[in-house]
């Protein structure tokens, strides 16, 4: 069992900068990847970015490639999510998971936060 929660959410300008977290407890080492989610009102969840648990492999989304940047720290059980030159496309719940394959398909991810808002204002 995994237990994931999200944090760093808020209200930020376009162009702006945000940093997510998201605290992991339970069996973190069971979990080949991690990754980042997106959900927009009336919208399907979307793949954000994705890194390989052990080695640090790193996989994005087209659409944020260049503009975030995942990582974590297995030491501290953390991973984060920064997220720079901002677009108001990007409002969304941010949700973080961790899947038993690194995968970009959010049927595939095994355990899920709660999610955090991110509202970016133009």
């Known amino acids: 069992q995994v237990q994931l929660v999200e944090s760093g959410g808020g209200l930020v300008q376009a162009g702006g900068s945000l940093r997510l977290s998201c605290a992991a407890s339970?069996?973190?080492?069971?979990?080949?990847?991690l990754g980042w989610f997106r959900q927009a009102p009336g919208k399907e969840r979307e793949f954000v970015a994705a890194?390989?648990?052990?080695?640090?492999?790193?996989y994005y989304a087209d659409s944020v490639k260049g503009r975030f940047t995942i990582s974590r720290d297995n030491a501290k059980n953390m991973m984060y999510l920064q997220m720079s030159s901002l677009k108001p496309e990007d409002t969304a719940v941010y949700y973080c998971?961790?899947?038993?394959?690194?995968?970009?398909?959010?049927?595939?991810?095994?355990?899920w936060g709660q999610g955090t808002q991110v509202t970016v204002s133009s």
């Open positions: 998971a961790a899947a038993l394959v690194f995968t970009v398909i959010p049927s595939e991810y095994e355990f």
């Open positions: 339970g069996r973190t080492f069971s979990s080949i990847a």
């Open positions: 890194i390989r648990r052990s080695r640090g492999n790193t």
